[in-house]
C-alpha cells in the first residue's frame, strides 16, 4: 500500500477528528429530534388518559365509558393526522369498547408490559405508540385502558432527518478533506522548499538558504535554525578546505628544503664539513616536519571527541616545573630568567596529557618569542574559588589586529620580520581547542615590543590541597 504524503496524512487526520465531530453533533441532533417527537406523543398519550378517566361514569348501574357522539366528536375516527386508538378492557382483558377509528381491527393487550408505560407496537403494519393503564371507579378496579397513538408522520420525520445526515455526513467530509488537504498544502509549504533546497546543496554548493515563512511560527523557527546550520557547515567545510591547503603547504615546504639541500649535495663531491653543515640542515628540517606532523595527529586525535578525555587529578605546580625542566635548555641558551610564583599546592579534575600540552606549548612560546636575558612570570593563585594561571613574557609581542587570527591554524603573527623564529602556527590553536574541550576560560593580552601576557581560568572543579 502506498504510503500517504504528508499533506494528505495532515488531512486526513483532521477529517477523521472532524468526522468524530461531525458524527457527535448529528447523533446529538437525531436523537434531539426523537426524543422531542415521542415525548409530545407521550405527553398527549397522557392527556387522553387523564380525559378519559374523567368520562367514565355509572348510569342505572351500569359503567358508561364513552358515548357515541362523543366519539365523533373527539374525531378519533380520523386516520389523517396522528389517529389516537382507545379501547376498554374488562377484567379478563376482553374488548368492551373501542374507537370506531379501530374499525375491524383491535388493539393487543400486552401481559409482559407494565402499567403505564409508554412502548411501540405495530397496528395494520404500522407503527404506533401505547400506554395501558388499570381503570378504577370509587377505589374498584373494573377493567383496562388502552390509548395507542400513530407514528407514522413523526416516523417519516425521523426517516427523513437521518437520510438527510447520512447522505451529508460523506459528503461533508469529502468536502472538508479537499479544504484541509489545500490548507495543509499551503501549510508545509516551507517544508517543500526545505526539500527543494536540501536537494541542490552538496558539499561544492553550500551557499543556498531556504526562504523563510512570511509567518512567524514553527515552520518559521525551522528554516531559520536549517539556515543557520547550512551557515555554519559552510563556515566548517572552508575552514576545512583551507586548514587542508595550509597544512599540504606546510608539509611540502620543510620536505621540498630537503629534497633540494639533498640534491645539491650530490651533484659533487664536498668537503666534509660542508657535508656536516648540511646534513645538521636537513634534520632540522626532519624535526620540524616531525613537530608539525605530531600536531596534526594531536588535532586530529581531539577533534571534539570529548570521549578521548581521561578525567583524573592534574598537579599544576608539577606540571609547571616538569614544563620548565623540559625546556631548560632553550631557557638557559637564552637566558631567561623564569620566575614561578604559587603560595601553595594546586590541582585540577581534568585531562592530565591534555593540561600538560596546553601548559607546554604555552610556556614554550613565552621561551621562543622571549628577547635574550628577559624574564618570564609563572603564577598560580585562587580567585573566587577558581585558580588562575598567568604567564607573562617580555618579548616581541603580538600585533592588535593578530589576536584573533593566531588561534587560526598555520597563522603566524609578523612572521616575516621574524624569520629566524621557527614554527608551524599550531601551538595557540591547539591551545584554544584543548581549551574549549576541557572548560579552560583562555584569555591573551599582548602588545608589540611590551610582550604577551596568556591567562587560564580553571572552572568549579579546581581544587587546592
Not at 348501574?61 to 364513552?66: D, L, P, S
Not at 376482553?94 to 393487550?109: G, R, Y
Not at 489545500?182 to 517544508?191: C, M, Q
Request: charged share 25%.
Amino acid at each position: 500500500m502506498a504510503q500517504l504524503s504528508f499533506k494528505n496524512r495532515i488531512a486526513l487526520n483532521y477529517i477523521l477528528t472532524t468526522g468524530l465531530l461531525i458524527l457527535v453533533v448529528f447523533s446529538a441532533i437525531y436523537f434531539t429530534v426523537k426524543f422531542t417527537v415521542y415525548k409530545h406523543i407521550d405527553e398527549n398519550l397522557m392527556i387522553e388518559i387523564q380525559d378519559h378517566f374523567k368520562e367514565i361514569r355509572i348510569e342505572n348501574k351500569k359503567v358508561i365509558f364513552m358515548d357515541s357522539e362523543e366519539w365523533e366528536e373527539r374525531e378519533h375516527n380520523s386516520v389523517d393526522v396522528n389517529p389516537v386508538f382507545v379501547q376498554f378492557f374488562d377484567l379478563n382483558k376482553k374488548t368492551i369498547e373501542k374507537s370506531p377509528n379501530l374499525k375491524n381491527e383491535a388493539l393487543v393487550f400486552h401481559d409482559s408490559v407494565e402499567h403505564f408505560q409508554f412502548f411501540d407496537t405495530k397496528l395494520l403494519n404500522n407503527t404506533i405508540r401505547q400506554i395501558q393503564v388499570p381503570l378504577h371507579l370509587k377505589s374498584k378496579k373494573i377493567g383496562y385502558l388502552i390509548i395507542a397513538m400513530s407514528l407514522s408522520d413523526s416516523a417519516k420525520v425521523l426517516k427523513n432527518l437521518l437520510d438527510t445526515l447520512l447522505i451529508a455526513f460523506p459528503i461533508i467530509l469529502l468536502v472538508l478533506f479537499f479544504i484541509a488537504r489545500f490548507f495543509a498544502g499551503r501549510s508545509i509549504k516551507p517544508i517543500n522548499a526545505i526539500i527543494n533546497t536540501s536537494k541542490i546543496i552538496t558539499k561544492d554548493n553550500l551557499q543556498s538558504r531556504i526562504p523563510l515563512p512570511k509567518t512567524r511560527d514553527e515552520l518559521f523557527t525551522l528554516s531559520k535554525t536549517i539556515n543557520n546550520l547550512l551557515g555554519r557547515i559552510e563556515d566548517a567545510m572552508q575552514r576545512e578546505k583551507q586548514f587542508t591547503s595550509d597544512a599540504s603547504h606546510e608539509l611540502r615546504t620543510p620536505l621540498t628544503v630537503i629534497k633540494g639541500t639533498l640534491e645539491v649535495l650530490i651533484r659533487k663531491p664536498r668537503d666534509n664539513k660542508e657535508y656536516e653543515e648540511k646534513i645538521a640542515y636537513c634534520i632540522n628540517e626532519v624535526d620540524h616536519l616531525n613537530t608539525l606532523v605530531d600536531q596534526l595527529l594531536l588535532m586530529a586525535r581531539f577533534e571534539n571527541q570529548k570521549q578521548n578525555i581521561v578525567t583524573e587529578p592534574v598537579y599544576l605546580n608539577a606540571v609547571i616545573l616538569d614544563v620548565i625542566t623540559l625546556i631548560s635548555d632553550k631557557i638557559n641558551k637564552h637566558k631567561i630568567n623564569v620566575i614561578f610564583d604559587a603560595k601553595e599546592e594546586f590541582y585540577i579534575h581534568s585531562d592530565n596529557y591534555l593540561v600538560v600540552t596546553i601548559l607546554r606549548n604555552i610556556i614554550f612560546n613565552a621561551v621562543k618569542y622571549s628577547n635574550d636575558n628577559s624574564e618570564i612570570s609563572i603564577g598560580l593563585l585562587r580567585e573566587k574559588g577558581k585558580i588562575s594561571c598567568t604567564i607573562s613574557d617580555h618579548g616581541i609581542g603580538i600585533a592588535e589586529e593578530d589576536l584573533v587570527s593566531i588561534l587560526n591554524p598555520f597563522f603566524r603573527s609578523n612572521s616575516l620580520h621574524h624569520s629566524e623564529i621557527k614554527g608551524t602556527g599550531l601551538g595557540l590553536s591547539i591551545v584554544k581547542r584543548f581549551t574549549d574541550l576541557l572548560h579552560i576560560k583562555f584569555k591573551i593580552d599582548s602588545k608589540i615590543g611590551v610582550g604577551t601576557t596568556v591567562t587560564l581560568g580553571f572552572d568549579e572543579n579546581a581544587k587546592t590541597l
